[in-house]
Nanobody, 127 residues
């Protein structure tokens, strides 16, 4: 069974940076495109970023584009989200998710299409 475990959350300062990690186990990591989603208090879960199986292609939500970098290390079965210039609106529970796909360059922005989810890591941002 695929298992995803996020880490790296915590209390952050506005303007600062965070680096989240997602450890993948129980399957073939390279068979999955990966995604980051977040749920802010009182809001629905939203798409943040996705990366294809090779790590070559990424796609970001407009809200984080230009200040975020998603990457993966297929040798370590781990993927990452680096986010800079944090804003108060970035406070949320961040979830990583895995989407099984076979085609080259495939990634996924739709939440309902993902097959596996982590438990989430809380990020708070203060001014």
């Amino acid at each position: 069974q695929v298992r995803l475990v996020e880490s790296g959350g915590g209390a952050m300062q506005a303007g600062g940076s965070l680096r989240l990690s997602c450890a993948f186990s129980g399957g073939a990591f390279q068979a999955y495109a990966m995604g980051w989603f977040r749920r802010a208090p009182g809001k629905e879960r939203e798409f943040v970023a996705t990366i294809d199986r090779s790590g070559k292609y990424t796609y970001y939500a407009d809200s984080v584009k230009g200040r975020s970098t998603m990457s993966r290390d297929n040798a370590k079965n781990t993927m990452y989200l680096q986010m800079n210039s944090l804003e108060l609106e970035d406070a949320a529970v961040y979830y990583c998710a895995a989407y099984y796909c076979t085609g080259p360059g495939c990634f996924q922005t739709r939440e309902l299409e993902y097959h596996y989810w982590g438990q989430g890591t809380q990020v708070t941002v203060s001014s």
